[in-house]
Structures are given as C-alpha cells and as structure tokens.
Nanobody, 115 residues
Framework: QVQLVESGGGLVQPGGSLRLSCAAS??????MGWYRQAPGKQRELVATVSNGGTSKYADSVKGRFTISGDYAKNTVNLQMNSLKPEDTSVYYC???????????WGQGTQVTVSS
C-alpha cells in the first residue's frame, strides 16, 4: 500500500523561503513531485522529478523553486525561495507508480505567503 507523508509548509513573508518534504513508501515510483491548488482554481503542476533524473517546472516557479528526489529513499523535496503571495496554495505531494503510472496523492500542506 502506497503511503505519502508530507512535511513543511506554513506562513512566510514575501521573499522568504520554505522547504516541503515528502516521504513515499509501498512501491517503486517512476515520478515524484509537487502540485498545488489555490481556492477556486484547478490543481496545477509545480515541479516533478523522474526516476531517471529529469526535472520539470511550472514556468511560474522556474528560477525560484528547486526539486530534488532521492529514489533510493523515496523522498522528494521542494525548496521554495523568493516566495510570492501568488504562491499561496495547498501543496500536494504526488507519485506515479512504475509500470502502471497510477497516481497517488498526499493529504496536502498549506503554504501561505503574506506580510
């Protein structure tokens, strides 16, 4: 059974930094990453990193966020710098299973950027 445990998030001032972490277990994963969903908006990709090391970022976070994945430990971290109020969202850890591509989601962690 796949389990995801998220940590990090919270309240930060504009220009500040936060780090999100996710630990996955229960399977072999092809892709791990983070998505976010603000109130009234669709869930959107933030960043992903594949088992092969390929990273993908939303244009809105390029140059500010860095994703890192350790597939030996099944952990994925998102370092968020230069945070903006528009980054305020619930952030969800996501993993895709190897071979089947089935998605699993974490419970979500709130990130609020406000002065």
């Amino acid at each position: 059974q796949v389990q995801l445990v998220e940590s990090g998030g919270g309240l930060v001032q504009p220009g500040g930094s936060l780090r999100l972490s996710c630990a996955a277990s229960g399977s072999i994963f092809a892709v791990m990453g983070w998505y976010r969903q603000a109130p009234g908006k669709q869930r959107e990709l933030v960043a992903t990193v594949s088992n092969g090391g390929t990273s993908k970022y939303a244009d809105s976070v390029k140059g500010r966020f860095t994703i890192s994945g350790d597939y030996a430990k099944n952990t994925v971290n998102l370092q968020m710098n230069s945070l903006k109020p528009e980054d305020t969202s619930v952030y969800y850890c996501n993993v895709k299973l190897m071979w089947t591509g089935v998605d699993y989601w974490g419970q979500g962690t709130q990130v609020t950027v406000s002065s």
